[in-house]
Structures are given as C-alpha cells and as structure tokens.
C-alpha cells in the first residue's frame, strides 16, 4: 500500500452553510491528501451532505475557503469539478440509457476521448462487458454503483467524492468496492468517503472526521481516535462487545439519540 | 497546482445531445402521442377546411402539437430528471448550465419541426391543403416562435411546482383547457367575451400567428401586434421559469 503523498486535493477551511437561520456547518476545516481515504462520519442531519455539496460546488457556502487540487471551487468551479469525480447517493442517471451510453455521455462532457477499444476495457475492468447494452434501471445495485464508481473516475480526477457507495449493496459487492476504493487510493487518488458503517471507515480510511451539528468534533486515525476514546465514561456505556470499537466511539461522541 | 483542461462546449454539447436525443428516441410511444393528436383531429376537422380555410385547421392542429410539446413533453421531461438527481449528477461535472437546457431544448426545437412538417404532410395529403413557399416557411417560423410560448410556460411551471407528480397533474389540466376552450372559443362556441379573451390568450396569439404566416398576403396590424403579444408571453414565461427554477427537487 502507498502512503498518502504531502499533496493536498481537498482543502476546506471555516466553512459555513445556513439554511435561513438553521446553521448547517459552521467552521469545518478539514484537507485530504492524494493517495489518502478519508471519512466524513456522522448522524443524520450532522451536515455531512450540505460539506459535500458546497465541495461540488451545488451550493453556496455563506463563508469558508474550499480548494480541489488547488483550484478555488467559488473562483475557478469548472476547473475544480473538472479535478473532482463525484459518485452520489442516488442512481441519477437517465433511465433510458444503456450503460455504454451512460459511460460515452459523461466520458463527453468530460473531454474524454473514448475509443470502442476503450469502452470495452473500461466494461470489463468493472465485470459488466455482457451488460453494456443494459438500461441503468436493468442493473443490480451492486452493477449500479459499479457504474457510478467508473463515471466517478472517468476523467482520472485527483479528487474523488464518494456520498455512503456501500449502502444497500451485499457483503461481496461492499467488499469488492472497498477493494476499488484502496485500488484508487494506491493510484494516488484522494477519496473523501461518508458513511454510516463504522465497520467502513475502520476497514478503509486512513484518516477520519466525526462531525455532529455541523461541527467537526474530533479527526484522527480511526485507531487513534479509538485509543483516545477507550477511557470516556461515555463510550464505554455504550460499548457491547467487550473491546471499544469506533462504533463504540461515535455514539459515545454523538449521542444515543436516533436522529431524523 | 496542476494544468487542467476544460471541454470544449462544442464537445459538452455534443455529448448532451446524443444522449438527449437518445432518450427521446426511446420514449418516442409519447413522441408518437404528440405527433397522432393534431394529426387525428385534422383528419377529423376534414370538413371544416371548406368552412374556414386550410390556414385555420392547420394552425390550429399545430397549436395543439406545440402544447402538447411544451406542456405534456418538455415540462414532464424536466421534472422527472430534476427529481431524480440527473441535473444535479450532470452539475458536478466541469460544465456551465447553459450546455444542458440548451441541449434539452434542441431536442425539442427538433420535435418543434417534425409536429409541424407532420400536420404540413397530412394536410396536403388528407385535406388537399397546399401553401404556397412563403406560407410554408412563415408556417415553420411561427411554429418556432408560438413553440417558445409553450416551452416557457413548461419551463415556468417547472420553476414554480417543485414536485414531479404535481407539475404532471397541472400540465395535464393546463393542456386540456388551453385545448379545449381554445378549440371550441375559436369555433365561435363559447360567447363573444371568451372569444375575445381567447383570443389575445397563449392559445388564441400562437395560433393566429401561425394561421396568418401561412397566408402571408393576409398579414396585418394585428398579425404584428400578435406576434409582439405571443413574443411577449414566452419573455414573460421564461423569465418566471428561470428565475424560479430549482436544479434539485429536495
């Protein structure tokens, strides 16, 4: 496995999102390193989805700095997405497509020149060769966010914005993508992942970020922040197995209650 | 920081519109819906061609394509790829919004042609009704303009309604009464004051644009003012519709 390399994709400093009076993110400041994985946990409604969607520049952040590959995403937006590969949480592509289609479409809008030959490679490298004639909608969700994943990648971004991949797929299919995750993280690439798997972020990131009311409230290793942790009362009330896990850690952080 | 290069909007717009005109080539049981209605009433008003004219039916019918096209087609299209996430998918990447209507919108200046050179065909061929060059090229651009009335008001609906099930309800009830009372208020059918005020409505503009540029000699004042008022409406849709207009429906 590579190490992360000094060079920071992602940058975000004192980032602040409002929703009228409701303050969404307040001061988050984290970076991501290329050749890095890192995670952005949280509850529901911590401000995990409104971080990502001012990084991808579909809203408006009230103040903050946010850089990808050291492009100002508010001064330079298409030469910041143009570094960034983003695989959302919805299946958003249009449904009449085929996912050779799909896969021609946003190798276009990417300025990606796309051989036949190329095509077949890429099909192949995600085991979906048999399928390229297949609507979107035909596809299993594992196929789907194998789809998802190789768009997210097509250009070859330094940045690659990945919002819960592993939810609702098998554990083959979660073990497959988490193997394409470290692929991508030993090209270099820089991977901000959220998830609500703790098992996840222990299993693949590097480094990670546990945000809860907007706020960043600790990021560390995901070891480091369990060694940290192990001895807060709180945390070890809510430990079930007999050893602390980072599960363990972020209830203890956040709290028990079930959030919206 | 590394050198990175951006597509061209030539590339971008390319690439839009094969999979623009890919998907609507796939939902062409609905392209072939539009293209049937004014088609079949033509078909049907047969007899009125003596009665009123040949410019009178064919505009008419072409009015009903061009709202089924804004209204039935372009607004629902919108909709549904807003609240699926497909804008907001294609938004991440190093594009501008401009490349993404406008291909949208191609797609149905496309449908724009084929409605009207469908009505053209028929009504050579089923109603024996034969402009002259002039009318037919005045019957193509007044197509394009009375066609934008109806893709701003998809539009603006679209700005205002933010769910997909309900801006499918309100085209629906908008069709059917821009249709209805506009068929039968042209008929003479439904009182002077709703004549009148249909008359100077979305409806009543387009189609007496279209009815007189395929008779060009018969152009006059209010021919002009007409196409100044439709004009005019599709500014004032478009300006609601973009101004309004939400990329995500959540």
Known sequence: ?260 | MSTTTIPSNQAVLSALLRADFITQWRNRKSVVLILLIPVIILIAWQGMVYKFGGPFVLSNCITIGLNAIGLMGYSNAIARDRDKGIFQRLRVAPLTAWPIMASRLMVQLAMILLVTTAVFIAGHYVDKVTLSPAGYAMGFAMAFVGGAVYLSLGQAIVGLIKNAETVNAVTRLVYFIFIMVGMFAELGALGKTIGDAVKWSPYGTVKHILSAGMQPATWNQHSSIALLVTIGYAITFASVGIKWFRWSSK
Request: proline share 4%; aromatic share 4%; charged share 20%.
């Open chain 1, 1 to 260: 496995m590579q190490h992360p390399s000094d060079t920071i994709v992602l940058s975000v400093e004192g980032l602040h999102v409002n929703y009228g009076s409701f303050h969404a993110v307040s001061n988050v400041s984290f970076f991501v390193k290329a050749g890095e994985i890192f995670g952005l946990l949280g509850p529901n409604g911590a401000g995990k989805t409104s971080t990502l969607s001012a990084i991808e520049g579909l809203l408006q952040p009230q103040a903050g700095t946010i850089t990808v590959a050291g492009y100002n995403v508010k001064e330079n937006p298409l030469h910041a997405r143009a570094n960034l590969g983003v695989q959302l949480q919805a299946t958003n592509f249009q449904p009449e497509l085929s996912v050779a289609e799909i896969i021609q479409l946003y190798a276009g809008i990417h300025g990606v020149a796309l051989t036949k030959e190329r095509l077949q490679e890429i099909l192949i490298s995600i085991k979906l060769e048999d399928a390229a004639k297949k609507r979107f909608g035909q596809l299993s969700g594992g196929q789907q966010q194998r789809v998802s994943l190789i768009i997210a990648m097509i250009h070859n971004p330094q940045l690659v914005l990945l919002d819960e991949p592993t939810t609702g797929l098998d554990p083959q299919s979660r073990r497959q993508l988490w193997e394409r995750m470290e692929a991508m993280r030993d090209n270099n690439h820089g991977i901000l992942l959220t998830t609500h798997s703790m098992e996840e972020a222990e299993a693949v990131c590097d480094r990670i970020a546990i945000i809860d009311h907007g706020r960043i409230i600790v990021s560390d290793t995901p070891q480091t922040l369990i060694d940290q942790h192990r001895d807060n009362p709180e945390v070890i009330s809510v430990s079930r197995r007999g050893k602390i896990t980072l599960e363990d850690v972020f209830i203890g952080l956040t709290g028990r209650t079930v959030r919206s």
